[in-house]
């Protein structure tokens, strides 16, 4: 029954969009990837989306649960998060969601994963 209860289990994602200073786009999307090379356990994937021709983009980040994604604050993700920070023209809007429908690569992927 337990691999039927973790099917159920739906996975959370981390939204931020925002805008960085002009021409930094590209030092920002270096310090994303290397925060997200800081997670582990929980973590399920992590995307960054440019809108063509600007500075604004979006980050999402899917873990398996909240308390996983509370946990990966360590010294060496906090000070990539503090440099990144300081490129935002201003504070980017996030917010947590659940994700409800998976369709596409990563849902296959999931299943070969589970299989």
């Known amino acids: ?16 969009i925002g805008e960085f200073k002009p021409g930094r786009f590209s030092q920002a999307r270096h310090l994303y990837e290397q925060a997200v090379a800081t997670y582990n356990d929980g973590f399920k994937g992590a995307y ?30 906090q000070a990539i998060v503090r440099e990144l920070s300081g490129l935002f023209i201003a504070p980017p ?7 409800c429908s998976e369709i596409g690569l990563m849902g296959r992927f999931a299943q070969a994963v589970a299989a």
């Open 48 to 77: 960054l989306f440019q809108e063509p021709g600007t500075d604004r983009g979006i980050a999402v980040i899917l873990w398996d649960n909240v308390d996983n994604m509370d946990a990966y604050q360590s010294p060496t993700y």
């Open 1 to 16: 029954m337990t691999d039927f209860t973790d099917f159920l289990k739906h996975k959370q994602a981390y939204i931020a």
């Open 93 to 99: 809007d996030v917010k947590f969601y659940e994700v």
